[in-house]
């Protein structure tokens, strides 16, 4: 079974200052990964994804994510936070085709973000 | 592109009566809906997969006769929580998916007193 760990709780960092959200996933094959941002009482909206190819990715915001196949991790980066960054983030590993879970989404349990100005 | 919306955003009802919450794709259509429950401060948990023209697959623990789903259209999917209680109050979100990826609602948020 297919399955997310973030095992930071709450981060805090400083405005201008540079993020790392760890995640790391567990899945029997190659797995298709996600970052999701959810501002409170929101839905959840993509950051960014990783399918196949290049192992660093870019997404909205300014925000990029590295796969490493070595480590079973999908660490999300911004260089430099912004305070409307503030929210909970959320990495998810998903199903691929051929199999009743086709599609589904197992998410980690989320990292809050608080930015400090 | 790929909007999904949910009504009603926020919801009270009383104990023992039931609630339709409705989740469309604007302007796509999805073979598959997905219903999700969070609960404060607590990642989502998949409660059903809602398949158009058939019926719901529930997750384990998840009780079917409580929640029940319909994914009449292409477009639309709804969940009904059943004589709702107090422990039914929490965040219910659903998403819609194309290939390999989910487009979420904004949510709604069920509080029964």
């Known amino acids: 079974a297919q399955s997310v760990t973030q095992p930071d709780i709450h981060i805090t960092v400083s405005e201008g200052a540079s993020l790392e959200l760890r995640c790391n996933y567990s899945y029997g094959a190659t797995p298709y990964l996600f970052w999701y941002v959810q501002s409170p009482g929101q839905g959840l909206q993509l950051l960014l994804k990783?399918?196949?190819?290049?192992?660093l990715v870019q997404g909205i915001k300014g925000f990029e994510a590295e796969f490493k196949r070595s480590q079973s991790s999908f660490n999300l980066r911004k260089p430099s936070v912004h305070w409307s960054d503030a929210a909970e983030y959320f990495c998810?590993?998903?199903?691929?085709?051929?199999?009743?879970?086709?599609?589904?989404?197992?998410f980690g349990q989320g990292t809050i973000l608080t930015v400090h100005p | 592109g790929a909007v999904v919306s949910q009504h009603p955003s926020w919801v009270i009802c009383k104990s023992g009566t039931s609630v339709k919450i409705e989740c469309r794709s604007l302007d796509f259509q999805a073979t598959t809906m997905f219903w999700y429950r969070q609960f404060p401060k607590q990642s989502l948990m998949l409660m059903a997969t809602?398949?158009?023209?058939?019926?719901?697959?529930?997750e384990q623990g998840v009780e079917k006769d409580k929640f029940l789903i319909n994914h009449a259209s292409l477009t639309l999917s709804t969940l009904t929580v059943t004589s709702a209680h107090p422990e039914d109050s929490s965040f219910y979100i659903c998403?819609?998916?194309?290939?390999?990826?989910?487009?979420f609602g904004p949510g709604t948020r069920l509080t029964v007193t």
């Open positions: 998810a590993v998903g199903a691929g085709a051929g199999g009743t879970s086709y599609g589904k989404l197992t």
């Open positions: 809602s398949n158009e023209g058939s019926k719901a697959t529930y």
């Open positions: 998403s819609a998916r194309v290939v390999y990826e989910q487009y």
């Open positions: 990783y399918f196949s190819g290049d192992t």
